[in-house]
């Protein structure tokens, strides 16, 4: 079992920056997993937003290359998400995720946890 805790939304302006924060747990390792931030706006299907592997090889969707920057630190068992020159189409719930595997992919299904999630606003 891994439990991940999310941490760091808000309610920001455009323009603005955020940053999340995921803290893995449990007797099943997160540092040998690929993890992932997705998010899930209203009505919409939960996409990957970032992810990195287990060796530090990161991924982003297109819509937040150059502005979101995923890192973890496996001493601390964390998985950071940088999030600047936000914009309203960034709201919605962001979520942490443990991939099966060592590595990252955009399949919900691949990943065994999942935190509660936590909520980004982006006011215009």
């Known amino acids: 079992q891994v439990q991940l805790v999310e941490s760091g939304g808000g309610l920001v302006q455009a323009g603005g920056s955020l940053r999340l924060s995921c803290t893995a747990s449990g007797r099943a390792s997160g540092r040998t997993r690929g993890m992932g931030w997705f998010r899930q706006a209203p009505g919409k299907q939960r996409e990957l937003v970032a992810g990195i592997t287990s060796g530090g090889i990161t991924a982003y969707a297109d819509s937040v290359k150059g502005r979101f920057t995923i890192s973890r630190d496996n001493a601390k068992n964390t998985v950071n998400l940088q999030m600047n020159s936000l914009k309203p189409d960034d709201t919605a719930v962001y979520y942490c995720?443990?991939?099966?595997?060592?590595?990252?992919?955009?399949?919900?299904?691949?990943?065994?946890?999942w935190g509660q999630g936590t909520q980004v606003t982006v006011s215009s």
């Open positions: 995720a443990a991939s099966s595997t060592a590595w990252v992919s955009r399949r919900i299904g691949d990943y065994d946890y």
